[in-house]
């Protein structure tokens, strides 16, 4: 059965649920010293593409002077949710189906909430959290249940900020609602699924996979200067690297005085940073950016 394949092993629910645990900004690293579960079928990027052909510059908000970039969201409402695992993994997915589609309407915006309900462990991995919701989660273990069980857009579930992933039910995933009738859940609803997923480290690496398939997630320390981020190149100057929060790495650029960055988007909504994105240094593993968690996901071409 589709919602009872994740469920979660009981010796590990505290303290990941606990009511008073914050998992940081939302990452949990619930493969400590295991591998990570991955689905990788063909050649990646880095082995075939031509390093120096790649631009200077490549923003998916400007392809050929068309945006495909979904929307931004905000992880943080109606309540505090430690979802950015979550968020990472559905808008670099989405925005990799809006890439292959080329745009054409409607836009695909894949559902976090049902992750956080859902996502709980990986075939793979039998008896292993590898998310506790808004408890905090891993974009790995967010991609293996997507290759498996597939995920809805967010007609089916509407994100609530809040779920801890011990109840995953047919109204978890897809729901309608309707006068006098109440709500129940919708049948077979129209899901979206992953082909492949793996691991991507390195600078050349990370901008090979972006430039040959679309946005990839990636795992960051977070500073209170970060968090205070109002726009610019950010450049950490502490030497922070922790597993602190999830992000989606969109493509990269240069400053007019040459200074390189990255291009993120975050899930703390439109009023942080540059329009709720971000541009980080890099080249320079700053806040751990090039050399902690990242992962890739390919759609499964269903369209």
Request: proline share 6%.
């Given at each position: 059965?589709?919602?009872?394949?994740?469920?979660?092993?009981?010796?590990?629910a505290?303290?990941?649920?606990s009511?008073?645990?914050?998992?940081?900004?939302?990452h949990?690293d619930m493969?400590?010293?295991?591998?990570?579960?991955?689905?990788?079928k063909?050649?990646?990027?880095?082995t075939y593409?031509?390093m120096?052909?790649l631009p200077t510059s490549?923003?998916?908000?400007?392809?050929?002077?068309?945006?495909?970039?979904t929307d931004?969201r905000n992880q943080?409402?109606p309540?505090?949710?430690?979802?950015?695992w979550?968020?990472?993994?559905?808008?670099?997915?989405?925005?990799?189906?809006?890439?292959?589609r080329?745009?054409?309407?409607?836009?695909?915006?894949?559902?976090?909430q049902?992750?956080?309900?859902?996502?709980?462990g990986a075939?793979?991995?039998?008896?292993?959290?590898?998310?506790?919701?808004?408890?905090?989660?891993?974009?790995?273990?967010?991609y293996?249940?997507?290759?498996?069980?597939?995920?809805p857009?967010?007609?089916?579930?509407?994100y609530?900020?809040?779920?801890?992933g011990?109840?995953?039910?047919?109204?978890h995933?897809?729901k309608?609602?309707?006068?006098?009738?109440?709500?129940w859940a919708?049948e077979n609803?129209p899901l979206?699924?992953?082909?492949?997923?793996?691991?991507?480290?390195?600078?050349q690496n990370?901008?090979?996979?972006?430039?040959?398939?679309?946005p990839?997630?990636a795992?960051?320390?977070?500073?209170p200067?970060?968090?205070?981020?109002t726009?610019?190149?950010?450049?950490?100057?502490?030497?922070?690297?922790?597993?602190?929060?999830?992000?989606?790495?969109?493509?990269w650029?240069e400053?007019?005085?040459?200074?390189?960055y990255?291009?993120?988007?975050n899930?703390?909504g439109v009023?942080?940073?540059?329009?709720?994105?971000?541009r980080?240094?890099?080249?320079?593993d700053?806040?751990?950016?090039?050399?902690?968690?990242?992962?890739?996901a390919t759609?499964?071409?269903?369209?």
């Amino acid at each position: 059965m589709l919602f009872a394949a994740f469920a979660y092993a009981a010796d590990h629910a505290p303290p990941y649920r606990s009511p008073s645990f914050v998992a940081n900004h939302g990452h949990r690293d619930m493969y400590a010293g295991l591998p990570k579960p991955t689905l990788v079928k063909s050649p990646l990027p880095h082995t075939y593409l031509d390093m120096t052909a790649l631009p200077t510059s490549y923003d998916i908000r400007n392809m050929s002077g068309k945006s495909l970039a979904t929307d931004n969201r905000n992880q943080h409402i109606p309540q505090y949710c430690g979802s950015c695992w979550a968020h990472a993994a559905t808008s670099a997915l989405s925005d990799r189906i809006n890439i292959l589609r080329d745009g054409k309407t409607p836009f695909v915006h894949l559902a976090p909430q049902v992750i956080v309900h859902c996502a709980t462990g990986a075939s793979n991995y039998s008896g292993l959290n590898v998310s506790a919701g808004c408890f905090g989660g891993d974009t790995f273990g967010a991609y293996a249940y997507m290759a498996e069980h597939g995920v809805p857009d967010e007609s089916c579930q509407n994100y609530e900020a809040k779920g801890d992933g011990t109840s995953c039910t047919a109204m978890h995933i897809c729901k309608n609602c309707a006068p006098g009738k109440g709500c129940w859940a919708v049948e077979n609803p129209p899901l979206w699924y992953v082909e492949e997923h793996g691991v991507v480290l390195g600078e050349q690496n990370m901008m090979a996979e972006i430039a040959a398939r679309g946005p990839i997630t990636a795992t960051i320390a977070v500073t209170p200067e970060l968090d205070a981020y109002t726009g610019g190149v950010f450049k950490d100057k502490t030497g922070a690297k922790g597993l602190d929060h999830d992000i989606e790495i969109t493509g990269w650029g240069e400053t007019g005085d040459g200074e390189k960055y990255w291009w993120i988007r975050n899930s703390w909504g439109v009023y942080w940073g540059e329009d709720g994105w971000f541009r980080l240094a890099k080249g320079i593993d700053n806040l751990g950016v090039e050399s902690q968690e990242c992962s890739w996901a390919t759609p499964k071409k269903t369209w």
